[in-house]
């Protein structure tokens, strides 16, 4: 593969990619429909297909002739992954009274630093010194992956005692902010 074919297929799998978080949170309204608990089932489903899509990426790059086969099964692993993101941003939406959304979606990525980014090189480094990098990645794939299952379903199971709490406090709405001279 030269240069030129190289770009040319991350470009196409970043395209791919873009297009799984609007379709894992349609998935996730349409979950809600059926189930209070909707987009959480969506962020597991996601979740599933991501560990799988991006089990099958590692143990192709391990034996594969080709990189086109690891390319796309990683393209499609990064499609749920973004897919993931989404549902959980309106998870938390769900949860937050107005006054507090933007606070709330702050600490998605917080979250996600300190418990990948902070601990994951560490613990993958350790499991690659011992048995290889390749292993490595898997392990961590599936600690992780396990991580965001057993959270889901911890939220699952909190989810409607939350809600009522959210609804009994209200919106919030500022009825004095209209009569605020200069804003809109």
């Known amino acids: 593969m030269n240069i030129k074919q190289?770009?040319?297929?991350?470009?196409?799998?970043?395209?791919?990619?873009?297009?799984?978080?609007?379709?894992?949170?349609?998935?996730?309204?349409?979950?809600?429909?059926?189930?209070?608990?909707?987009r959480l089932l969506a962020t597991a489903v996601g979740a599933t297909l991501f560990l799988i899509t991006m089990t099958i990426s590692l143990q192709y790059s391990l034996w594969a002739k080709t990189y086109y086969v690891v390319m796309v099964?990683?393209?499609?692993?990064?499609?749920?992954?973004?897919?993931?993101?989404s549902t959980l941003v309106a998870v938390t939406q769900d949860l937050s009274t107005p006054l507090c959304r933007a606070m709330t979606v702050c600490f998605i990525p917080i979250a996600n630093n300190w418990l990948g980014g902070v601990q994951g090189p560490v613990i993958a480094g350790?499991?690659?010194?011992?048995?290889?990098?390749?292993?490595?990645l898997q392990v961590i794939l599936i600690?992780?992956?396990?991580?965001?299952?057993l959270f889901s379903f911890l939220a699952s199971r909190f989810y409607d005692r939350d809600m009522a709490r959210v609804k009994e406090l209200g919106t919030f709405e500022l009825e004095e902010e209209a009569a605020i001279p200069g804003r809109l």
């Open 6 to 38: 190289a770009g040319e297929l991350i470009g196409l799998l970043a395209l791919i990619t873009f297009a799984g978080a609007p379709l894992l949170g349609w998935l996730g309204d349409v979950f809600l429909k059926i189930t209070a608990k909707g």
């Open 73 to 85: 099964s990683w393209g499609l692993a990064m499609f749920f992954q973004t897919g993931i993101t």
């Open 126 to 136: 350790a499991i690659s010194d011992k048995y290889g990098v390749t292993i490595a």
């Open 143 to 149: 600690l992780g992956m396990g991580l965001l299952l």
